[in-house]
């Protein structure tokens, strides 16, 4: 009985032993792959919202550069309906775009600003807009959009300066949900859980197939050495 029990105890351990190295592999494959798909599926998402926005940064400079020789009214009706068709994209894209004007930049006789209606100022972090009205560039950063409705979304913002003729300097920001990103993650990340469960299933079921072959002869010698001890035959 004693040595059915070792016998029994070795078994208990391979098992053992091969499912806790089945778990580890697989959370480390796991993990590496999770993490290599967010990345991906992230930063292609921002590198083509920055084609987008520079995109449309470049259209609109050169929209208001050739509505420099209007007349004020003919001008501000072109502002007016660039605002108002940034508004009308947002809900199509889902690109939200807000205009401010730049204090020292910009000129008394047209200010203009344009901010989506639900959308929370603090989205926009104090310490970007500083970085954008003392840069050049195109900047960008990852935050958190907030609504006025209680909605908060994972996103990532873009950010320059644009000049508006007769009128000034303004900071212009595209801001971008990653929501729908996120969300394909989670379904890889439950997607990858699974097929990790059942690999440590299937792995546990292999052991123990195993285990039997090997150990059932071993204990069949060892009940027929025992006899011969014994002096049974």
């Known amino acids: 009985i004693s040595k059915l029990r070792i016998k029994q ?9 091969n499912i806790v190295f089945a778990i580890f592999i697989a959370a480390i494959i796991g993990i590496f792959v999770q993490n290599r798909v967010a990345s991906t599926v992230i930063n292609e998402k921002i590198s083509i919202s920055k084609v987008e926005a520079a995109g449309a940064l470049y259209s609109a400079q050169r929209y208001f550069e050739l ?3 209007k007349g004020d009214k003919e001008l501000d009706k072109v502002i007016q ?7 009308e994209d ?3 894209s889902g690109r939200e775009t807000v ?4 204090p020292n930049l910009t000129k008394n006789q047209s200010i203009y600003q344009t901010v989506p209606t639900l959308l929370v100022l603090d989205s926009i972090p ?8 003392k840069n050049e560039d195109v900047l960008n950063e990852r ?4 609504y006025s409705d209680g909605k908060d979304f ?7 300066k644009l000049n508006i003729p007769r009128s000034g300097t303004y900071e212009i920001y595209y801001l971008f949900k990653l929501d729908a990103q996120y969300k394909s993650i989670e379904n890889i990340t439950w997607t990858l859980v699974l097929t990790a469960f059942l690999l440590i299933i299937l792995i546990t079921i292999s052991t123990k197939f195993v285990i039997r072959q090997v150990v059932s002869p071993v204990q069949a010698a060892a009940a027929v050495a025992e006899k011969f001890t014994q002096g049974d035959f």
């Open 143 to 146: 935050i958190s959009i907030s």
């Open 99 to 102: 205009i401010f004007p730049i």
């Open 67 to 69: 509505a420099r020789f």
């Open 9 to 17: 105890s070795l078994s208990l351990k391979v098992l053992v032993t």
């Open 90 to 92: 947002g809900f199509f």
């Open 126 to 133: 104090e310490n970007f807009r500083k970085q954008v009205t």
């Open 154 to 160: 994972p996103g990532f913002i873009i950010g320059t």
């Open 81 to 87: 309906d660039f605002i108002a068709l940034s508004r």
